[in-house]
């Protein structure tokens, strides 16, 4: 896969699941500028990944609060070619290390969202701070 | 989302296209409830020309699964694409739902009583 200058996107979208339809656009749009020749199943699983932490945002950070908001910070680089996303909220936090996730197999009704972010990425780090609380994930490209 | 909901030989099918997630999901509760009320609960749901479904999408699915099964029934699922089946495959999901290539398929398979 061939990358072209290495860019960065920063966007800010109200915490609502109706907003949560923007990122698929968004991603696309700077991946194929970006990386025109990433596969097509790589980008899906990124933009699913990160949509499954904005939805953790919404449901459990902000608790449906209607004026919460999310910070995204979309940055590619290249050698080694990665895709760096962080988001960044006001709301709630929580104990990540405290989260059960479910075993594959099992027929949950939910619970699913964390264990798919750690399963669609390559490094999944949470960090609660004062303030607000910081996603940071990566996916490697290459 | 786009929802076209078609009644053959007392299953219930729900054709769905585009997004399937957590703010279309709500939409979608009075009608599975409704259909899940019929004896016994026979569901397809067609995912052919649906571009991406989440985690919450994926639970509505397990949790009207399971509600059809325990009264005699089942909910199928068919025409599944990549990458949206990437969802099923990594939580292991494509091997508790009854997934079909096509809705014929799925509407003409004998409906038999499925344990969870």
Redesign the interface.
């Known amino acids: 896969m061939s990358m072209n200058d290495e860019m960065t996107l920063h966007m800010r979208l109200p915490a ?3 907003h ?2 923007m990122l ?1 656009p968004c991603i696309t749009t700077m991946l194929r500028q970006a990386a025109p020749g990433i596969d ?2 790589l980008r ?2 990124i ?2 990944a990160v ?2 932490a904005c ?1 953790n945002i ?2 459990h950070a902000y608790q449906g609060q209607p004026d919460g908001q999310i910070a995204m910070a979309c940055m590619l680089t290249d050698a080694p070619a990665r895709l760096e996303i962080e988001l960044h909220d006001t709301g709630q936090s929580f104990d990540l290390d405290q989260v059960t996730l ?1 075993e ?2 099992t ?4 619970g ?2 964390l ?2 972010i750690y ?2 990425l390559d490094e999944v780090h949470y960090l609660p701070q004062p303030g607000g609380n910081r996603w940071r994930l990566v996916k490697y490209l290459a | 989302m786009q929802t076209v909901i078609t009644t053959t030989c007392d299953v219930a099918v729900l054709h769905l296209a585009g ?1 399937f ?3 279309e999901v709500a939409d979608m509760d009075t009608w599975f409830r409704e259909a899940t009320t019929r004896k016994p609960p026979r569901i397809v749901v067609d995912l052919q020309r649906v571009t ?1 479904i ?3 999408a ?2 509505k699915l ?2 009207a699964m ?1 509600h059809c099964r325990q009264h005699g029934g089942d909910l199928r699922l068919c025409g599944v694409q ?3 089946r ?2 099923f495959e ?4 494509d ?2 739902f009854a997934i079909f290539p096509d809705e014929a398929t799925a509407l003409e398979t004998p409906w038999e009583p499925v344990s ?1």
């Open positions: 609502s699941f109706e949560l339809a698929e097509t199943t899906y699983n933009i699913l949509h499954e939805a919404v449901e479910p594959p197999g027929v949950q009704e939910g699913y969202g264990f798919l399963a669609l | 997004r997630d957590a703010h991406f989440d985690s919450t994926l639970g397990v949790q399971k990549q990458p949206v990437i969802i990594l939580t292991r999901l091997r508790a969870l």
